[in-house]
Each structure stands twice: as C-alpha cells, then as structure tokens.
C-alpha cells in the first residue's frame, strides 16, 4: 500500500483569496487528501501540490465570472472547480453536476459540512438533465473533456447570452481552434482565451471562454430542450 503523501500547509495566497471562508477551504483540502485519495476521486501524487494546482488554480477562475449568476459545473468530479469557486463566491447559484454516484456522495458530504447553501449536486449527465434543469448563465469545466466534447455537453445547458468557462492548459489555443466549427453549430458567437490569478498562482490559470447567442447548442438542442421541457410540464400536470 502506497503511503498516503502529506497535505503541505496553506500558502499565504489562500488567505486573501478565500478569506472569510479560509477555514472551509482548509477543511475542504483535507478532506480531499483524506476521503478523497481513499475513495479514488484524486490521486495521491496530487496532494503535495493540491493549494497551487486544484484549489488556488480553480478559486481564481471567480475573475472571469460575472456577478450575481447562475452556474452549473459539468463533471464536478470531487468539486473542482465548482467548491473552490463557492467558497469565494456566495453571490452565484452554482449546481456541481456529475454522473459518478460516488462522487456525488462525496460532494454532498462537502456542500453539508462546509455549510454551502448556494450549492446544490446533482446527479447526471449533461444530455440527461437539459430540459430538467434550468439553463444557466456559466458552465464551467476543467479536465472534463477536449473542447470540442465539452461544448456538445456544456452549451445546450446555457440561456441565450450566456457563456461556458472551461479552465484548460497549454493546450488552450490548439483545442479552440480544432473546435471553431463545432462551437459555430452549437450557437457559439465568442471565443477568447484568458489568463487569471495574476500574483496568485504561477502559471496562471488559463481559461477559454465561449460565449452564445440566442439560441445556445443550435437548432438541434433548441428542440431537444422544447420536447424536455414539455414533458417536464406534462409529467406536472398528472
């Protein structure tokens, strides 16, 4: 058996970018390299580096969202980054969306402890839930899939208008180009690439944003959404 690497104290950063909420975000690190690396949900090579690669990585990505919105986290798997930017936003509604019952235990069990009542986890996959769930002004992602992949699962889920923030790596500029046609059926109007958590993390994190018209995922997701949401309402009326 492998022994479980040592969780490094927070680095100073934490404190000015979780602030009021630095002690959850301490608790939150602990639990993934406890109850995370036991269940599978990351691995254990990852704790040494967890502050500056998973929480501090995913909590700046709050610089590109904008305020007072809503926000589904497509394949949240242990909550990244959808925990990280719950905890220093409490002004969104953000709903972790992940298949993985396992995962979404996990996440449950997070959202209860630290006491984050602006988060709600569902369980599902993107294709399954559009038309149940209300359409969002942010999707956000990070390791979930190539652009091109994300995009089919993520925009469908936006309201016109709204944008999907997909953290990537250096990979960023080659997937959106390898995407522009597929991000043009799904409605896209917007592409950009951009750098957040300046003086915070090194690299910084590099986020691609993709923003939609008014008819987010196109003419096939348009109706798809319609027959869902007819069926939602007819299920109701029963």
Partial sequence: MTEAAELPPAPEQAREVFGDRFADAVRYAELLAEAGVQRGLIGPREVPRLWERHL??????????????????????????????????????????????????????????????????????????????????????????????LATWGIPLLRPYGEMLALKGDTAEEELKAAATALSKLGAVGTSILHVGEGIVDPM??????????????????????????????????
């Fill in 56 to 149: 501090l990585n995913c909590a700046v990505l709050s610089e590109a969202v904008p305020e007072g919105v809503t926000v589904c986290d497509v394949g949240s798997g242990a909550g990244l980054p959808g925990i990280p930017l719950a905890l220093v936003r409490d002004d969104l509604n953000i709903t972790l969306l992940e298949p993985l019952l396992r995962r979404t235990t996990f996440l449950t069990e997070v959202v209860e402890l630290l006491g984050l009542d602006h988060v709600t986890v569902v369980r599902g996959r993107a294709e399954e839930v559009l038309g149940k769930l209300p359409p969002v002004h942010v999707v956000t992602a990070r390791a979930v899939a190539p652009l091109d992949r």
């Fill in 205 to 238: 994190s590099t986020v691609v944003r993709v923003e939609v018209g008014e008819s987010p995922g196109g003419v096939r997701f348009a109706a798809k959404r319609a027959k869902a949401a007819r069926t939602g309402r007819a299920r109701r009326r029963r």
